[in-house]
């Protein structure tokens, strides 16, 4: 690790090495990418979503295992089976990290639309601002609609709102939920 690269960029390059050694495509999003796209937040974990092609969730474990990320719960591989995320702790940096494992079907636009954005000293794949407000919006805790709004606030006049309602009414439809999106803005 370089003198000067911050802990966050650390163990994102780490992640970068292991996850291109073994082909997997991967985005940053939540708090980290709200961050990035304008929102005002302090928070230590990480998010990404990994598509983990052909291997299983224990494969990536594995691999995750040897660039030392640690799990933070048993069976890691069992965990990630059953719930499609990988809780995990980089060791050098004891920052937590959950890697979700996409599914089909919207993930594969995120994965398309996300933008490579440096961190540091480090260049990685971050889900583009109009996604992580749509996730921002289906997470709906209250932080996370705080996080949109900071979004929106920060992006004005650039973000593709047409987008992120598009995307939030397939999201409703897929879900058969009609809450995501305020009536009154979805004309």
Known sequence: MPA???PLADLLADL???LAGVGARWYLFGAQAAILHGAARLTADVDITVDPGTRTAGDLAMALGAAGFEPRVGDV???AEANRVLPL???RTRIPV???LAGPGLEDLFFARAEQRPIGDVTVPVACAEDVVTMKVLGGRAKDL???AAILRAQRGTLDLHRVRETLRQI???LRRSDLIPRSSAS
Request: hydrophobic share 50%.
């Open 4 to 6: 000067s690269r911050s």
């Open 172 to 174: 409703e439809q897929a």
């Open 146 to 148: 705080d996080d949109a």
């Open 98 to 100: 959950d890697v979700v």
């Open 89 to 91: 702790v980089h060791a």
């Open 16 to 18: 970068r090495q292991v």
């Open 77 to 79: 591989a069992a965990f």
